[in-house]
């Protein structure tokens, strides 16, 4: 089965800074790139999500950079918010596999007031 | 709409007792999941239905089997629960099997084997 690497596993933020979680991937044959949220006792939620053919995609406070040479890709949270605090997981699929998705380990978000 | 519901929340298994994890949707959806996730290793895939009628194994299907009963309708059987089978259990379900669709997650069930 293909890794999706994800660090940090937990991070500590103060309001109103930035928060980077990062993700690295190995299959080259991946093209879809989503990121879920989690709170806890509750399902994930998917947040956003990218394709290889674009570098960044930004959605409110929230960023994907993607940097397919280096295979890897980020989640960048500005001006984070004490309601942001949740576990974050990146995941990555193939369209020949459809929603076969391969989740990373998840990061452990903590936003302080 | 609810969404995506499960039953139960939480339950407690003996050693190599059987039980039945129900989900449902409501969202008209074709495709239906079951995960299971575990600390510090994401959400693992260990059955889909690609569409009412077919069913697939994912990641960690041993131990498991699955039922497409209708469209709404997606159960997780454990036939002899093991320690190893404690985790988070949790289905989805998305409009089309297209890897660009996004999945709708349930609550989650909590499963414990003694």
């Known amino acids: 089965q293909q890794q999706v690497k994800q660090s940090p596993q937990s991070l500590i933020v103060q309001k109103g800074g930035i928060s980077i979680i990062n993700c690295a991937y190995e299959n080259t044959a991946f093209d879809y790139f989503p990121w879920y949220q989690q709170f806890p006792g509750k399902g994930p939620a998917l947040l956003i999500a990218i394709r290889p053919d674009v570098s960044e995609k930004k959605e409110g406070r929230f960023t994907i950079s993607f940097n397919k040479s280096a295979k890897q890709f980020s989640l960048h949270i500005m001006d984070s918010q004490p309601g942001d605090s949740a576990t974050y997981f990146c995941?990555?699929?193939?369209?020949?596999?459809?929603?076969?998705?391969?989740f990373g380990p998840g990061t452990r978000l903590s936003v302080l007031p | 709409n609810a969404g995506v519901t499960q039953t139960p929340k939480f339950q407690v298994l003996k050693t190599g007792q059987s039980m039945t994890l129900q989900c449902a949707q409501d969202m008209n959806h074709n495709s239906m999941y079951w995960y299971r996730q575990d600390p510090g290793m994401g959400l693992r895939l260990i059955y889909y239905?690609?569409?009412?009628?077919?069913?697939d194994k994912g990641e960690v299907p041993n131990g498991y089997n699955v039922s497409r009963l209708n469209k709404r309708e997606f159960s997780l059987r454990l036939e002899s629960a093991a320690p190893s089978q404690t985790s988070v259990y949790f289905c989805?379900?998305?409009?089309?099997?297209?890897?660009?669709?996004?999945?709708?997650f349930g609550p989650g069930t909590r499963l414990l084997v003694l």
């Open positions: 989805a379900s998305s409009e089309v099997f297209t890897n660009q669709e996004t999945q709708y």
């Open positions: 995941a990555a699929s193939e369209s020949d596999y459809g929603q076969n998705f391969v």
């Open positions: 239905s690609a569409s009412e009628g077919t069913t």
